[in-house]
């Protein structure tokens, strides 16, 4: 007879051991691209402070594993005290949308020309060194490195039931969507890619994602 308890209790074990693994990795690489970059971070925030009013950090609320909300960081990319109607109306029509349409320029879930994004921010967008800041919420434990991206209250509201799936694990800095042409995947594609990761997802597939992350830069479009 098959042991069926004892399979499950393999698997469990094989879980446990990939999520310990993981977080070992999300820990080591961020503390040493946190030291490694810090100088970078420190002449970026006074590029920040000093290019437009307001603090060099942006904190907001998203969604992390289980849908607990948590503060991500990242560099202010925009004047400060904007509203965030027409970024809003942008992913509704991107979702609603019977045959969705690519991201822009700006990058997945970014709204080309937008007018609260500053000059140095955009080019801070390009690059992706606006989400340097997230390698502490890495090491804080309410992202990885790898997974999907971390969204906001409101969109998660106007996902599919099925889209759900993707809380299963923590959102992540990078994923497959980044490597898999992130400038132009529509909305759709996107989370499609976000749930074949929790599906696919092993020690093995994180190590690939990270490797092919930094020539996915280079060869443009950021997240």
């Not at 402070?49 to 948590?70: C, H, I, K, N, V």
């Not at 976000?194 to 950021?222: C, H, K, N, Q």
């Amino acid at each position: 007879m098959v042991d069926l308890a004892g399979e499950a209790q393999d698997s469990v074990e094989v879980e446990v051991g990939q999520e310990s693994a993981k977080r070992a990795l999300d820990v080591t690489i961020s503390l040493l691209a946190i030291i490694g970059f810090g100088p970078l971070l420190i002449l970026l925030c006074c590029l920040v402070l000093w290019t437009s009013p307001g603090p060099a950090l942006f904190r907001q609320e998203r969604l992390a594993r289980d849908r607990q909300p948590f503060t991500m960081l990242k560099l202010r990319t925009m004047c400060v005290d904007n509203d965030d109607q027409i970024h809003r109306e942008y992913v509704a029509s991107l979702l609603s949308d019977a045959q969705p349409q690519a991201a822009e320029r700006s990058g997945l879930f970014k709204l080309d020309n937008d007018p609260r994004v500053t000059r140095l921010g955009s080019w801070l967008r390009r690059t992706s060194l606006d989400e340097l800041p997230q390698l502490f919420n890495v090491l804080r434990g309410e992202m990885s490195l790898v997974g999907p991206r971390p969204v906001l209250p409101w969109e998660a509201e106007m996902f599919r039931d099925p889209d759900g799936q993707r809380f299963e694990v923590k959102p992540g800095i990078t994923g497959l969507w980044q490597i898999r042409g992130r400038s132009k995947l529509s909305m759709r594609e996107a989370l499609e890619l976000d749930l074949e990761y929790v599906r696919t997802r092993s020690f093995m597939l994180d190590i690939v994602i990270l490797a092919s992350t930094l020539p996915a830069l280079f060869r443009g479009g950021a997240t």
